[in-house]
Every structure is written in C-alpha cells, then in structure tokens.
C-alpha cells in the first residue's frame, strides 16, 4: 500500500516573495522525503491553486491525500474555508479521499525558533532587560487570537525575558503601535517585536513598518524587529508530525472555545453555523467577479 500523499494548503499572500518560500518548502519537504508524493497550493491569492496541485496528483496516480494546514493558528481558513476546499476535490475527483490535520502552532518545536529569532534580534544583548511583543496575523476568531496568547506566555516561561506582550497587525487589538505604547508603560527599555508568522508576506512587512514608525517617535526605547520563522528544519520535522498525526487520526482538536461550539459573548449567532466556503476568486470552479470581502 502506498501511503497517502501529503497535500499542504497555505491561505495565499499577495506578495510573491512570500508565495515563493511556501513552494520552495514544499519542494524542499517533497526532495527530503523520496517516496512520499508532497504538492501543496493555495486557496486564494496565489499560484498553484490548490485545485491544480491535487489535479496533478491525482494525474499522476495518487488517490489518497493527507492534507496539513500550513497556518500556525485556527481560525477561520483553517475550521471552514480549508475542509471546505478539500471537499470540493473530493466531488471533483471520484474516487478520492482527503484525511484533514490540524494547524502547526502552538508546538515546542515552533517556540524553539522563535526563540531563536529574538537571539538574532538581540545579537549578546541580555534577554532579562528584553519585553518581546509577539505579534499574530489576528482574527475576528476569539478562540484563534486567544491561541496566540497562549504562544506568548508559553514563549516566556523559562526563558528568562523580562515578559512577552501580545499584539495583532489587523482585526484585532492591541494593534502593534498598542502593544509597543503597553511594553513602554510597564516600563521596557528594549523591546524585540517578534512577527508569529510562517512566511515572508505583506503583513509581517505591515508589522516591521509599523513598529519602524512608532520606534522613530520613542527614541528613549530601543525597538528591534525579529524575523519570520521561515523554512527551519523544526518547520520541516513538525509538519512531517501533523502528517503522522493525520495518517493515525490523532488530531485532538481544540473545541472548548470554538465560537461553533460555545455561546462566546457577541458571538453567539455562530453556534452550530454551517460552514460555508467562503468566495475564492482564485478557484477555477468560480466564476470571478462575485469576490466578496472575508467576513470571517
């Protein structure tokens, strides 16, 4: 028996450089692993589509799909738009099945290269005088910005920083120009602000303008920008864990605050809601001028 190809499913960036790291990790992750069919696409903004890595595949005999989101939180790609594209090549393709895993964050591994990333920051400046502010993408998902919460305290226990604040660069607040202001109230002096992202891509490029910005207006604190994650080798080994974990139907899925689960305050009307792919212009299977804006 042939084990099931891994399909990795990024959201899509607008920003090419970004759109290139995802595929040369696929293709690097496919090379490490003779073998093992590895495609991946995107559901919007970016080439492959994901319809045109599983036509592909399935072209090229592969039948059976173990499908790893390549997000590092879950929210609402990740709980609806993602299974709804997978069951769309399902009907597009009979005879073929789609195991579905969970986001890569949080996991040690992860933390291990963020911590990496502020010691590059830091370049032998002490960690003790240092406040990092983890910034996430951010959501109108509690539950996902909640998670990235979670990454900061779990990047601060044991690894001796001064303390770890949280920010989000779009839908959710503190913005990062909040979360800088924050750091400088509980009286930082060296602040590494740390992008919680995979890629390169507009949005970590938002966040280092944006604390670039609030830096030159408070020269009393010294502001240091971290970069991505990028294609690490722990990126690489966790992805291969979550295909694993798909392969064992091991996903333990967090439910206990998920707004389809729970009556979250203010998001109440989203218990029990059908999920419904939302318009991705990018499909072939849409016809394009009907995009609307994510809701989500």
Known sequence: MNPPALLLVGHGTRDAAGAEAFRSFVAALGAAH???????????????????????????????????????????????????????????????????????????????????RVDEALAGAGRAGTTVLLVGRGSTDPDANAEVFKVARLLWEGRGYAGVETAFVSLAEPSVTAGLDRCRLLGARRVVVLPYFLFTG?????????????AAAHDGTDVRCAEVIGPEPELAELVMERYRETLRGDLRM???????????????????????????????????????AHTH
């Open 202 to 214: 507009v949005l970590p490029d938002r966040v280092r303008e944006q604390a670039g910005t609030w």
């Open 34 to 116: 003779p073998g093992l069919p590895v495609g991946g696409g995107f559901i919007e903004l970016s080439p492959p589509p994901l319809a045109d890595s599983v036509r592909e595949m399935v072209t090229a005999g592969v039948r059976d799909f173990a499908a790893v989101p390549l997000v590092l939180v879950s929210a609402g790609h990740a709980k609806g738009d993602i299974p709804a594209a997978l069951a769309r090549e399902r009907e597009r393709h009979e005879g073929t099945s789609y195991a579905y895993g969970r986001p890569l964050g949080p996991h040690p591994k992860l933390l291990t290269v963020l911590e990496r």
């Open 254 to 292: 967090n439910c206990d605050s998920c707004v389809y689960r729970v009556g979250l305050p203010g998001f109440e009307d989203r218990v029990g809601a059908a999920q419904k792919p939302h318009h991705h212009p990018d499909d072939p299977a849409h016809t394009h001028g009907h995009h609307h």
